[in-house]
């Protein structure tokens, strides 16, 4: 089961930090991604993160300013937000890969509770 939180409504240029807590299943073995879904849209890949944190996937739209990042131990995968866009605004969702392109939400199951992110310009 997958928690997300750290979501809030915060000005453009802010920063953020969302938290996605895994309980159950194999989060070791598992990549890990995020997502996010603004209204009328399609759930769109975020950021995706390798068992190992050697491995990091982002969307272009993301890159250079979201970094994801895991805890093993603590079963908790990250994502840093920041200067942060109206364009971000969305629910943001954490889940597991479970079989093929990290980029499709089709290939990611164990979807949890979104966290909203509220970015005003």
């Known amino acids: 089961q997958l928690q997300a939180s750290g979501g809030g409504l915060v000005q453009a240029g802010a920063s953020l930090r969302l938290t996605c807590a895994a309980s159950?299943?194999?989060?070791?073995?598992?990549?890990m991604g995020w997502f996010r879904q603004a209204p009328g849209k399609e759930r769109e890949f975020v950021a995706a993160?390798?068992?190992?944190?050697?491995?990091?996937y982002y969307a272009d739209s993301v890159k250079g300013r979201f970094t994801i990042s895991r805890d093993n131990a603590k079963n908790i995968v990250y994502l840093q937000m920041n200067s942060l866009k109206s364009e971000d605004t969305a629910v943001y969702y954490c889940a597991r890969h479970i079989i093929g392109n990290y980029y499709l939400a089709a290939s990611f199951g164990s979807w949890g509770q979104g966290t909203q992110v509220t970015v005003s310009s």
């Open positions: 993160i390798a068992r190992s944190d050697d491995n990091t």
């Open positions: 159950g299943g194999t989060f070791r073995t598992r990549v």
